[in-house]
């Protein structure tokens, strides 16, 4: 009783307060919240320096120079956030310790995917005004507090967006130079992913641009239709589904390194800190992020990381330029690993191609839940294809058939069969039907088209796919183990007993014939060799 009258005596400020720590303390604990409270109502500038993100140098590859008005939108980036969250009316600060929960709330509660994007892009059109960068979003006020988004998007408006979404994922791994109370070095070079891939996605969804032969040789300083931010956000939503929440983790990442560090602190020092800028495999940093944003698993994390950082060489099981093209030797690579791989393939169409140009290079992928089985009938539990160059696409799975994966070598005991199983790798389709198939010499692959297949979803993997059968020449391979250390050590103990198996069934224990002069053996051999030759018996 005493409980029930506590309760209805508390103010609607306490009651509020109350709700707004326990929603905040789902993304960050409130000691850390009340440090970093703390800290930006000491200054003004506190807070808007806090959520910028840390100094740096970025450049395309090649050393090209940034692209316009991105440094200054980053700039800028810091200030838009505090003004649009953290501030009540015009240039009044809400130092309140409820107004810096709401704040924290508006950018880090768990929303719709579409909100989440909603407010992103304002993040983006409030920088964008405060830098002087052309953009074309635009806010219509209605019955909600943020309007709606309208507006139309030009291809390196987008572009830009992108590289600030990835600039703001990067600023979370970028690590915070020891505070040491001396001078500052000189910001690291930061080489900005290809997103090319991704911005011919949207503008080949949006219908920008057609999914014909003008992919090939389309550039991002060409220009080209906008994209209305209606289409845009349905493309986002249905292909890079995590790009909305780049928001509420960098406001997250940001506010705990204000509540741990000084402000003057955070930024990124050049003596300890190397990033590894070449793209000399497949899977480039772009493409790592590509994926990434599409996937809503554990998996995104560890593409997030290798396109901020790089994948770890260690997780490389095999790569047909190194290890030598051939089903048997990609088995001797990826025997015993038990857990989820990527796959990528690029190839070049042959002049006999009908349906797609001769001599462009493409890529695919193929991310599998699960290792490789030697089978001659398909299997899986789960599993994606990709288009990776020049356009991506995410494709998955359908859920009405299970035909994720084959994977079939000649056995070692040869057999007569009437009708022979395809020897090589497959993804999707039926048997001899595949939708990908890789031959048994890994150099060529033929994609069907998805008509041929019920497990993963429509989709063409090769800009002007149709109907019939694209037959290519595969270029180079590689197959990178997403499932880190354990699983890794896992396969080694597979390998090492195998090979003692191989060792024990090589030897000849020459003990076990006995004596070779009182085995049958040589009693045969000397009758051969003199059939009338006089032999005493001996009793």
């Not at 060409?222 to 956000?233: E, H, I, S």
Request: charged letters at 20%; one cysteine or more; proline letters at 5%.
């Amino acid at each position: 009783m005493g409980a029930s009258s506590s309760t209805s005596n508390t103010s609607p400020e306490a009651h509020e307060q109350r709700e707004q720590e326990s929603l905040a303390s789902v993304a960050l604990a409130l000691p850390l919240l009340h440090a970093a409270h703390t800290r930006s109502a000491a200054s003004s500038t506190a807070l808007p320096d806090a959520l910028s993100p840390p100094r740096a140098a970025f450049r395309l590859s090649g050393s090209s120079p940034p692209p316009p008005h991105l440094d200054a939108l980053l700039a800028r980036l810091g200030p838009a956030i505090a003004s649009l969250f953290f501030r009540r009316g015009e240039g009044a600060a809400d130092a309140g310790w409820v107004g810096f929960l709401k704040g924290f709330n508006r950018c880090c509660a768990r929303v719709p995917a579409s909100q989440s994007l909603a407010l992103l892009l304002r993040v983006y059109a409030a920088a964008c005004a405060d830098a002087g960068a052309p953009c074309g979003v635009q806010f219509q006020p209605d019955d909600g507090d943020e309007g709606k988004v309208v507006g139309e998007l030009a291809p390196e408006e987008i572009a830009v967006f992108l590289w600030m979404c990835w600039v703001m994922a990067w600023s979370s791994s970028a690590p915070s130079a020891a505070g040491d109370g001396g001078e500052k070095s000189e910001p690291v070079v930061v080489v900005l992913p290809q997103v090319s891939h991704l911005l011919l996605s949207a503008l080949v969804s949006a219908g920008a641009v057609a999914d014909d032969a003008g992919v090939w040789d389309w550039k991002i300083s060409g220009g080209g239709k906008g994209v209305k931010v209606q289409d845009f956000t349905s493309w986002v939503l249905s292909m890079a589904v995590e790009l909305g929440n780049c928001l509420s983790r960098y406001v997250q990442q940001r506010i705990g390194l204000l509540a741990a560090d000084p402000v003057e602190e955070s930024y990124v020092s050049t003596a300890d800190t190397a990033f590894d800028t070449s793209d000399a495999y497949l899977l480039t940093r772009g493409t790592a992020w590509a994926i990434s944003l599409s996937l809503r698993n554990k998996l995104s994390e560890k593409f997030l990381s290798a396109s901020v950082i790089g994948m770890d060489t260690d997780d490389l099981l095999y790569r047909s330029s190194v290890h030598g093209k051939g089903l048997s030797r990609f088995w001797s690579c990826v025997e015993g690993y038990k857990g989820p791989m990527l796959i990528l393939l690029s190839a070049i169409s042959g002049s006999g191609a009908d349906n797609i140009d001769a001599g462009r290079k493409w890529g695919i992928g193929v991310l599998t839940e699960e290792g490789f089985d030697n089978k001659d009938t398909f299997y899986g539990s789960s599993g994606y294809l990709c288009a990776t160059n020049p356009i991506f696409r995410m494709i998955q799975p359908s859920g009405k058939e299970k035909n994720f994966m084959y994977c079939h070598m000649h056995p070692q005991i040869r057999v007569y069969e009437a009708n022979p199983k395809p020897v090589g790798l497959a993804f999707g389709g039926t048997t001899g039907n595949e939708r990908i198939f890789l031959d048994e010499d890994f150099s060529k692959v033929i994609i069907r088209h998805h008509a041929v297949d019920k497990t993963y979803q429509h989709g063409s993997l090769i800009p002007s796919q149709g109907y019939l059968p694209v037959e290519a020449s595969v270029l180079d391979i590689e197959v990178w183990g997403l499932g880190g250390e354990t699983t890794k050590r896992q396969q080694d103990v597979y390998k090492k007993r195998e090979n003692i198996f191989s060792e024990q069934r090589r030897k000849v224990d020459l003990k076990t014939f006995g004596n070779w002069e009182d085995s049958p053996e040589k009693m045969m051999m000397d009758m051969i060799s003199d059939p009338n030759a006089v032999r005493r018996e001996e009793r």
